[in-house]
């Protein structure tokens, strides 16, 4: 098993940011691609930004310019900056793993439990 385990959510004034940050831990062989999905109440949770294990990056079109994902493979973290937060990026934001417990196993995703992030004044 493969636990996730968000930090660095909170409330925040319109065009604040914030750093995401999701910590790996558990049976891991390789960590592939990582993410962060985020839903707001009463929509679907969504993809917020996605990157590869080689580092390839893929965002939503409202976060392009304003959020940065990365990864620390060594430390098997992956954080996201925000910055020039509105109002509507208010959600609850996840963070998920695509990863193999031994070399020859299959990929299997996990998802962390969520962290709020608020927009407000």
């Known amino acids: 098993q493969v636990q996730l385990v968000e930090s660095g959510g909170g409330l925040v004034q319109p065009g604040g940011s914030l750093k995401l940050s999701c910590a790996a831990s558990g049976s891991i062989f390789s960590l592939n691609a990582m993410g962060w999905y985020r839903q707001a109440p009463g929509k679907e949770r969504a993809l917020v930004a996605a990157i590869s294990s080689g580092g390839g990056t893929n965002y939503a079109d409202s976060v392009k310019g304003r959020f940065t994902l990365s990864r620390d493979n060594a430390k098997k973290m992956v954080y996201l900056q925000m910055n020039s937060l509105k109002p509507e990026d208010t959600a609850v934001y996840y963070c998920?793993?695509?990863?193999?417990?031994?070399?020859?196993?299959?990929?299997?995703?996990?998802w962390g439990q969520g962290t709020q992030v608020t927009v407000s004044s």
């Open positions: 998920n793993a695509y990863s193999r417990q031994y070399s020859t196993g299959p990929l299997h995703l996990y």
